[in-house]
């Protein structure tokens, strides 16, 4: 070739080809797939066009790329360079046919000398006019997608994401501002996908292969790279590489610490966005609670004050969830006795839908006891069952002084609070947590005996009774009559009755209204008895910001509305009642075992839920509490609204009143939070499991973006039957039961629940929950109504659309679509 003319191979320098043109030809030589060029030197133009004899030999060459068109672009001396890339100063022409592009690249050659390159070259420091470009001249690529990437994070600095910017076919329109891509984040080392758009144009192949080609230039040219694509069928074509100029952060440390979070469980008490308040609350009556429960099993002190981060560090916020921090959980399970001999079990207790990864196990387990080890522990867990055994005997008197102590902390009217200056409240608050959250040992006790009870019994029916076993002991379990979880939708139906002859007032109630009330002086009287026991008992009842049932009755009035009309319900006749003497006849000894297990199991089950209301109660006075230190803040000028004291956390409210405080500026704080819990409301939901690797902020942010869920085809799917009976009717998916109703025997189908769905629960024929357990609420009072139930089918709020008939099998878990 010419000396003005040169292959993509000739290996120039950027003195005489450019910087754009020699960045190619190195990579063209470390074996990079970039289409074919030709450069021309700024030399072949004379007087603002091509010279003749290079005219001729450009033609000649140009057949040597492929057949057109072609691309010709500028290639400055000091374009691509280190520090300034002269990005967009140049002229690039398009679709050039092989005979205009002698015309195209003077065009371009003389697109050197415009004001604007001087411009950006005064202002960037630059010596000179930098002289015309040298030009070069490339076959087009017929692209499905093209854009542009870049090996580090060019806005936040981040080193250790590659961002990609890619649009449908060619990236000229993107590249000149002319249309927005779409923007996809990827974890550096892992290749992960972080970011994407919802329908993408990328392929996760085409992440892949950008995420190595970026991985490569960055070795190939020592520096984060800025780099344009684009992909002809499935393969990836490099453009054009340069230094990303803008200043970045330094490489982190790399830290491969691994956490595990986790929501299966206590979605049922904090479901959805949580605010600071409730969370605050909760992860301090957590820290207080599980450490009187380690003491009750014998965790010596000592242990327990080693090991306070674990117990203060026991839930996370994440995207404004709350969520178990695994790792603490199962720290706080390895303090137990017998967890070395016995590690399988009590891995168990933590109640969550996943095992838990292996290298995560292994990293926090206890080494395997040894035999004087295994003897200790032996004789640890005799000392736990005798605490258990005194427990237990002493369970009746410490539930009646738990109540005592409860009645006396909830004696003064809640009404009272308005009238009390901060101080004072504050020193309220103080009172609850010192007599209630720091003595919790009804409670805690009961629950643990429950789990224990309830599992025992289960398994013994089963194992002398088989299916019939497990269906009795679903049968036990209903009709306790004095268990109060059961006792709000008994009340709402009985209301329903009262309505049921009234046209006027029904629709009233259904509209969330009750001015007819009044019509009918025996149901206004009963809605009065029932605020005035249950207005605590509101959806999501342990969220202190949630509305309560006397500050807005609607879902109250919309269940009784339902329960007052009854459509035809289409259910399977009942089987013959199975009792202990007919599944275990002629056994007497196993017969009065299991009586007594049976009999013991109830009344734990039937406590756990009475004292779970009582709970309900507390956590409604700390919500009346905590709302009148709002409403002084307000009025105090401390923040811009009373309900804005829920985007504070209990430290930050208690300081401001008592002088520990970091920060003075309360309304700051709430603005920044009302932001956050903004945009997390406009993200998906960050899912029931997540592994998150070195700190959990750090790491939360460079999680890989959720998998997209297949469609699922089955017709019939399974879950944990928990309450026994086969209904068919119309199914209801319920998101948000303060703006969604049920009509009396449609199924609810909904994500997971908590004792304030009572009101739906009251016109359910049966129930399908994604979440829960055999002892979660939904099972409880399922199995309390009689109503068939199915908790822990995953996926229920997606497979089953709003309106679809289905059958449920509340004894065998199974949901079919029909």
């Not at 605010?275 to 380690?294: D, M």
């Not at 006790?445 to 789990?451: A, E, K, P, S, T």
């Not at 409604?620 to 956390?649: K, M, N, P």
């Not at 998998?707 to 319920?734: E, L, Y």
Request: glycine share 10%.
């Amino acid at each position: 070739m010419t000396g003005a003319l040169f292959a993509m191979d000739s290996g120039q320098g950027a003195d005489s080809v450019g910087g754009k043109a020699a960045v190619l030809m190195q990579l063209v030589a470390k074996g990079f797939d970039i289409p074919a060029f030709l450069s021309l030197t700024p030399d072949a133009f004379v007087d603002g066009i091509l010279a003749a004899d290079h005219v001729s030999a450009l033609i000649q060459q140009l057949p040597l790329l492929g057949p057109g068109p072609y691309a010709v672009r500028s290639s400055g001396r000091d374009e691509d360079g280190q520090s300034n890339s002269h990005a967009g100063q140049f002229l690039s022409v398009l679709d050039v046919a092989a005979g205009d592009v002698p015309v195209a690249a003077a065009r371009v050659w003389r697109s050197g000398l415009a004001d604007n390159v001087a411009e950006y070259r005064n202002v960037q420091g630059l010596a000179g006019d930098g002289g015309a470009p040298a030009v070069l001249i490339q076959q087009m690529v017929d692209a499905r997608c093209a854009g542009v990437a870049f090996t580090a994070d060019p806005v936040s600095g981040r080193t250790d994401r590659i961002v990609v910017s890619a649009i449908a076919g060619l990236a000229d329109r993107l590249v000149g501002g002319e249309e927005d891509g779409e923007t996809y984040s990827i974890d550096k080392a892992t290749g992960a996908t972080l970011e994407q758009p919802e329908a993408p144009i990328l392929v996760p192949a085409d992440l892949v292969a950008l995420h190595r080609l970026g991985r490569q230039l960055e070795a190939a040219l020592g520096g984060p790279q800025d780099f344009e694509w684009a992909i002809e069928g499935s393969r990836l074509r490099l453009l054009q590489a340069r230094p990303i100029t803008t200043a970045l952060l330094a490489p982190a440390i790399v830290d491969e610490h691994l956490l595990v979070f986790d929501n299966s469980n206590i979605v049922e008490s904090y479901p959805g966005l949580v605010s600071p308040l409730t969370y605050s609350f909760a992860q301090y009556a957590y820290s207080r609670v599980y450490r009187a429960f380690v003491r009750v099993v014998g965790v010596g002190e000592d242990t327990v004050r080693d090991n306070a981060a674990v117990f203060d560090n026991m839930l996370s916020r994440i995207d404004g969830r709350v969520y178990y921090n695994l790792g603490n959980w199962y720290r706080a399970l390895a303090l137990l006795p017998g967890f070395s001999i016995n590690r399988g079990f009590m891995e168990t207790m933590m109640g969550v839908n996943e095992k838990l990864p292996p290298d995560f196990v292994t990293a926090m387990a206890p080494s395997p006891a040894g035999s004087m080890a295994k003897a200790r522990e032996w004789l640890r867990l005799g000392g736990v069952a005798v605490r258990l055994l005194w427990a237990a005997l002493r369970l009746d008197g410490t539930i009646k002084d738990f109540y005592r102590r409860l009645n006396a902390a909830l004696a003064e009217p809640a009404a009272s609070y308005d009238r009390l200056p901060t101080s004072a409240l504050a020193m309220r608050y103080r009172r609850i947590e010192a007599d209630l959250l720091d003595r919790w040992d009804a409670p805690l006790i009961n629950d643990f005996l429950c789990m224990i009870a309830f599992g025992a019994s289960r398994n013994l029916l089963e194992r002398w009774g088989g299916p019939a076993g497990l269906e009795l002991h679903n049968e036990a379990m209903i009709g306790q009559g004095d268990m109060i979880s059961a006792e709000p939708a008994r009340r709402i139906q009985a209301m329903g009755r009262l309505a049921t002859r009234d046209a006027a007032l029904i629709e009233a109630l259904a509209e969330g209204k009750g001015h007819l009330l009044a019509t009918s002086p025996t149901l206004q009287q009963s809605v009065v008895d029932y605020l005035d026991k249950f207005a605590e008992r509101c959806t999501e009842e342990l969220k202190l910001e949630s509305v309560t049932l006397d500050r807005d009755p609607s879902p109250l009035y919309r269940a009784i509305a339902a329960a007052a009309t009854a459509p035809a319900v289409r259910s399977e006749p009942a089987p013959a009642a199975i009792t202990l003497g007919t599944l275990l006849a002629g056994k007497p000894v196993r017969r009065r075992l299991a009586g007594f297990a049976l009999g013991w199991a109830k009344r734990r089950v039937r406590d756990r839920e009475n004292l779970r209301f009582e709970r309900t109660r507390i956590f409604g006075r700390a919500r009346s509490l905590l709302r009148a230190v709002g409403r002084q803040f307000h009025a105090q000028g401390l923040i811009e609204a009373g309900d804005d004291v829920f985007f504070l956390t209990i430290g930050e409210v208690l300081g401001a009143i008592e002088g520990f405080a970091v920060d003075s500026d309360l309304a700051a704080i709430v603005r920044l939070r009302k932001a956050e819990t903004e945009a997390a409301a406009a993200r998906p939901e960050p899912g029931e499991r997540l592994l998150v690797r070195g700190g959990a902020v750090a790491g939360l942010r460079s999680r890989p973006a959720a998998a997209v869920r297949p469609i699922d085809t089955a017709t019939t799917r399974s879950g944990t039957g928990c309450s026994a009976g086969k209904i068919t009717a119309v199914a209801r998916v319920v998101r948000d039961p303060r703006a969604q109703g049920l009509q009396r025997g449609e199924i609810l189908v909904a994500r997971h629940t908590d004792p304030g769905w009572i009101a739906i629960f009251s016109n359910a024929a049966a129930i399908v929950v994604e979440r829960g357990s055999l002892l979660s609420h939904s099972a409880i009072v399922a199995r309390e109504l009689g109503i068939p139930c199915v908790v822990g089918l995953k996926g229920a709020m997606d497979w089953i659309e709003d309106g679809q008939t289905i059958e449920v099998d509340g004894a065998t878990g199974q949901v079919r679509k029909l």
